[in-house]
Every structure is written in structure tokens, then in C-alpha cells.
Nanobody
């Protein structure tokens, strides 16, 4: 059973930065495409960023492109999301997710494992 644990969320002022981490255990991390998603109150969970197994390919939602960078360290079984120039509309619970033995995807339904989420709050 794969377990994903996010960390690094918090309260930050607009224009600030945060680095989220997601540590994986219980599986073959290097075999997974890893995604970050977020869910704001009253809204559906939405795609933020994804990275393929080898870290050779990344994709971003238009809303965060140029402000966020997804990366992974397969030796540490960890995926990261560096978020810069944060805006109040970035406020949400951020989730990491693993897609086993498959390529990247923007669709929440195609991910096999999810973390519990970490809260990011951006004040104006």
C-alpha cells in the first residue's frame, strides 16, 4: 500500500513563497507519475502540476505556470512543489497523488493514491 504524506503548507502573505513536499512510502516511487492538485472551499479539486517518472517531463495548470515548479528526488521518494509569487486565489488544500505505472495525467480520476493534503493560505 502506497502512502503519501504532504508537508510544507502554511500561512503566507501575497507575493511570498512556499515549498511543498510529498514523501512516499510502501511502493516503487520511481515507477509513478506524481501530481499536485488543490481544492479550495466550495470548489472541485483541480490540477496544479505533474511530473513523469524520470522527471524528464512536467506540465502545469495555466493558473500557476511561471510561478510554480514541480520536481522530484527518486532517491528520497519525494516530490516537491515550489510556489512563488503566491496570490490569495492560491489558497486551498494541496494534495499530492501517484499514478502507478502510467504516464502523466491532468485528471484526478486517473490517480491511484492520494495524500491527506496540506493547507496553503495566502493573505492579501
Amino acid at each position: 500500500q502506497v502512502q503519501l504524506v504532504e508537508s510544507g503548507g502554511g500561512l503566507v502573505q501575497a507575493g511570498g513563497s512556499l515549498r511543498l513536499s510529498c514523501a512516499a512510502s510502501g511502493g516503487a516511487f520511481s515507477s509513478y507519475a506524481m501530481g499536485w492538485f488543490r481544492q479550495a472551499p466550495g470548489k472541485e479539486r483541480e490540477f496544479v502540476a505533474v511530473i513523469n517518472r524520470s522527471a524528464g517531463s512536467t506540465s502545469y495548470a495555466d493558473s500557476v505556470k511561471g510561478r510554480c515548479t514541480i520536481s522530484r528526488d527518486n532517491a528520497k521518494n519525494t516530490v516537491y512543489l515550489q510556489m512563488n509569487t503566491l496570490k490569495p486565489e492560491d489558497t486551498a488544500v494541496y494534495y499530492c497523488a501517484a499514478r502507478v505505472f502510467s504516464g502523466t495525467s491532468f485528471d484526478t480520476r486517473s490517480y491511484d493514491y492520494w495524500g491527506q493534503g496540506t493547507q496553503v493560505t495566502v493573505s492579501s
